[in-house]
């Protein structure tokens, strides 16, 4: 008679429950929606002040050009193929320098972060390096590797290289101790556990850098194409300076602005999927 009776009631918690979870999501997700919309307004707000400034002529088109004569520059500059072609070759450098920055990054904070001995080779001089400032080394990366596409391309990557290389040593240091005392329990091979439960615990420090990574090579890029560039959105920006023209220098600003958010974001969605495992990723 007890299980009989305990029955029903246990049967409608569990259904009560799982009815209550969906709840739960649906709400959470109305919730994120109206935040997402309430950000906009701040933007929509200053974007109408500026062209009203702009409008009654408080501010001249020399100084700060209106945002809808930015739009309808960026038009004619995407119509032209002068838009579209510079932001290929900014994007080939960005993504090159990012790439070769990431790759050693990695390599080097796995060979201080395995390692006593490596860390004794690399740590010192990379703790040395990243307090040098980048902008410092443009001159000598000019007389190292000329004026071509080879110092752009370095600059991006030394500016990626120490985000990706701080965060990962932490992360590879900062493992769970109970993680590799079960490691070292089930007998894998350091080998295995490198693969199995280092690298998988220093994963959210890799993807913090490589956020950070990101934002720097946009802004190590805006400098790289003033070296000389005969291409780039960097070099369209430096042609509108000389002809005064602050739309085409506005339009620049704000395609460096929308890559570093779309990049961002891009990191953001990899990281939610690598990451799923995590409570705060979980709906």
């Known amino acids: 008679m007890l299980d ?11 259904s009560s429950r799982s009815t209550l979870r969906p709840r739960r999501s649906v709400v959470g997700r109305a919730a994120h929606r109206t935040t997402s919309w309430r950000r906009l307004v701040a933007p929509v707000v200053a974007l109408a002040v500026w062209q009203a400034a702009c409008s009654a002529g408080l501010i001249s088109p020399q100084t700060l050009a209106s945002p809808w004569q930015i739009l309808q520059t960026a038009i004619a500059l995407t119509r032209d193929g002068t838009l579209p072609r510079n932001l290929l070759v900014s994007l080939g450098r960005a993504l090159s320098g990012l790439a070769i920055g990431t790759v050693a990054g990695v390599i080097l904070a796995l060979v201080a972060g395995l ?8 740590d010192a001089l ?9 902008l410092a080394m443009v001159p000598l990366f000019i007389l190292w590797f000329g004026i071509g596409e080879t110092p752009k391309i370095a600059l991006v990557s030394l500016g990626v290289l120490f985000p990706i290389y701080l965060n990962l040593f932490k992360g590879v240091r900062n493992v769970d101790p109970k993680l590799l005392e079960m490691a070292r329990t089930l007998g894998l091979s350091r080998a295995q556990t490198i693969l199995q439960v280092i690298l998988p615990g220093a994963l959210p420090d890799l993807l913090l850098g490589l956020r950070f990574a990101v934002g720097i090579s946009w802004l190590m890029l805006v ?15 430096m042609d509108a300076e000389d002809f005064l023209r602050t739309d085409i220098i506005l339009v620049g600003l704000f395609i460096y ?7 961002d974001q891009i990191v953001r969605s990899i990281e939610s999927r ?10």
């Open 274 to 283: 690598l990451l799923a495992w995590r409570p705060s990723n979980v709906l």
């Open 115 to 122: 390692s006593r001995l490596g860390e004794d080779a690399v």
């Open 126 to 134: 990379m703790q040395m390096g990243r307090t040098l400032p980048v």
């Open 4 to 14: 009989t009776t305990l029955r029903p009631t246990l049967d409608q918690r569990a």
């Open 223 to 237: 400098v790289a194409e003033q070296i000389n560039a005969n291409s780039g959105i960097g070099h369209m920006m």
């Open 257 to 263: 602005a929308a890559l570093g958010l779309i990049s």
